[in-house]
């Protein structure tokens, strides 16, 4: 199955520093997803977009539906301790129904 | 969004043998999926439950090796059979059409 490139694969940032990470794929998308993913649990969803160009916040996380529809952004503001996980983006096309692409995967480390 | 539980949370199984997950949603909902994430890995789709219906199969993934069962709009199950060192990953089952929602995963180590 189709995967997303999604970079990078971790980072490693002081606490309150601001985070940034896409993802990108050959095919375009019509709905994105972010997940977060702590160790031993399931991934939380953490913002939904449906529409090109649409800019979607979360508390001090925002995310962007690309304009070409091939790529998402999510950013991260003032990181703190509690970010720290694996963030995935997701991404679906009308042609594969409601079936979802999973990213590589961003690995975040908040150093206090 | 649903509330969706897995049992076991985890298990240790000896190759050759067979585990059943199962997946509980607190409401009915029309699409249940299944994913496997190897360790240090993304989320891959095994397969839809579709309920009242066999299964559909992702490339890769059959149905004698991952049987699954969808009895109703709030459960499924899913069989991991035959089970070899490889089949060690997370199970994760999902609900959802636009967004999709996670349980919490089944952790398998297979020796």
């Given amino acids: 199955g189709q995967q997303l490139n999604q970079s990078p694969q971790s ?3 002081q606490e309150g520093e601001d985070v940034s990470m896409n993802c990108t794929s050959s095919s ?4 994105w997803l972010w997940y977060k993913q702590d160790p031993g649990e399931g991934p939380v969803l953490l913002i939904a977009l449906y529409k090109a160009g649409e800019l979607t916040s979360n508390g001090r996380l925002t995310a962007q ?3 070409t529809r091939k790529d998402s952004f999510l950013n991260i503001s003032a990181s703190i301790p509690s970010d ?14 409601n079936q979802f692409y999973f990213g590589t995967g961003t690995s975040l480390t ?3 | 969004s649903a509330v969706i539980s897995q049992k076991p949370s985890r298990d240790i199984c000896q190759r050759g043998t067979s585990l059943t997950i ?3 949603v607190d409401s009915q909902v029309t699409m249940m999926f299944w994913y496997r ?7 891959t789709l095994i397969a839809t439950a579709n309920q009242g219906s066999e299964a559909t199969y992702e490339s890769g993934f059959v149905i004698d090796k991952f049987p699954i069962s969808r009895p109703n709009l709030t459960f499924s199950t899913l069989t ?3 089970m070899s060192p490889e089949d060690s990953s997370i199970y994760l089952c999902s609900v959802g059409e636009e967004t999709q929602y996670f349980g919490p995963g089944t952790r398998l180590l297979v020796l």
């Fill in chain 2, 80 to 82: 991991v059979s035959n």
């Fill in chain 1, 110 to 112: 908040v150093i206090p």
């Fill in chain 1, 65 to 67: 539906f690309g304009i």
């Fill in chain 1, 11 to 13: 980072m490693f940032i």
């Fill in chain 2, 37 to 43: 994430q190897q360790p240090g890995q993304s989320l």
């Fill in chain 2, 22 to 24: 199962q997946c509980q």
């Fill in chain 1, 84 to 97: 720290v996980g694996i963030y995935f983006c997701a991404g679906s096309r009308l042609s594969t129904g």
């Fill in chain 1, 28 to 31: 375009i998308f019509n709905t």
